[in-house]
């Protein structure tokens, strides 16, 4: 499967604005043939702390944008977004929009307590894996790098690990370790995504990366604001796991 991670700006709580921004680049990445597209965390609005003002109902038009485009290029795309579930907490979820018009949802697990997100929303309780088009998909959000456990978990039934991410200019190097990290133990693919651009005096590098289960970055680890794209391959996974047996080698 061809997959595009798109690495862009935010315009900070201006969903309008930050969907016209991206729309053409979903296009480019379909056009390069892409199946599946991933944008940025908290895509269309920013990192915001202020739910109240920038999150909407689950099926709102910031969802309703990504399935939109998933039916005019016939892909799926992921990205983040603030929302509201129908017990009225917000969540950051993680959201799978398929050409069908069909969505999955992944709350995010471990909100970022450093910028007070577990005050503003709440975690996640369950992991999430989805097969798109034969591809074993399991979603994850930013924070959620950190904790190598979680991805662990879902490593025999994994082929790409995704993670849309907002992750800040002074800990660039976490990022980009993280990821070859979690590609590296678990033997499968990692496509993260970063957002560039600044939010006040906090900058973002980018860095999005789509990494093979080996740890080699197949495309991107940049900095500018473009999509990009490489083939991924389920069987890939299954070859590396089974000329280097490692999985079975963990304990507990």
């Excluded at 201006?14 to 969907?19: A, H, K, L, S, W």
């Excluded at 603030?82 to 069909?102: F, I």
């Excluded at 949802?105 to 989805?130: M, N, S």
């Amino acid at each position: 499967m061809r997959v595009a991670a798109i690495q862009h700006d935010i315009d900070w709580e201006d969903p309008e604005r930050t969907r016209a921004r991206v729309r053409p680049m979903i296009a480019d990445a379909a056009a390069d043939g892409a199946r599946l597209i991933v944008l940025t965390e908290m895509y269309a609005t920013g990192f915001s702390m202020d739910p109240a003002r920038i999150a909407e109902d689950e099926g709102g038009p910031n969802e309703q944008f990504l399935l939109e485009r998933a039916a005019e290029h016939g892909a799926h795309l992921i990205a983040s977004i603030a929302q509201r579930g129908p017990d009225g907490k917000y969540r950051n979820n993680a959201v799978l929009a398929r050409p069908d018009g069909t969505v999955t949802r992944y709350a995010k697990i471990h909100p970022f307590t450093f910028a007070g997100e577990h005050e503003r929303y709440a975690a996640g309780t369950e992991h999430c894996t989805v097969d798109v088009e034969g591809l074993r998909v399991s979603l994850f959000v930013c924070y959620d790098l950190r904790f190598a456990d979680e991805f662990w978990a879902l490593a025999p039934t994994t082929d790409v690990y995704v993670v849309p991410a907002n992750w800040p200019a002074p800990r660039h190097e976490h990022w980009r370790a993280l990821l070859r990290a979690r590609a590296i133990e678990n033997q499968a693919y990692v496509v993260g995504v970063n957002r560039v651009g600044a939010v006040r005096e906090l900058d973002h590098l980018g860095g999005s990366a789509i990494i093979d289960p080996l740890g080699a970055v197949l495309a991107g680890d940049t900095s500018g604001e473009a999509p990009f794209c490489a083939d991924i391959d389920g069987a890939t996974v299954r070859a590396v796991r089974k000329k280097f047996p490692f999985l079975a080698d963990r304990r507990g």
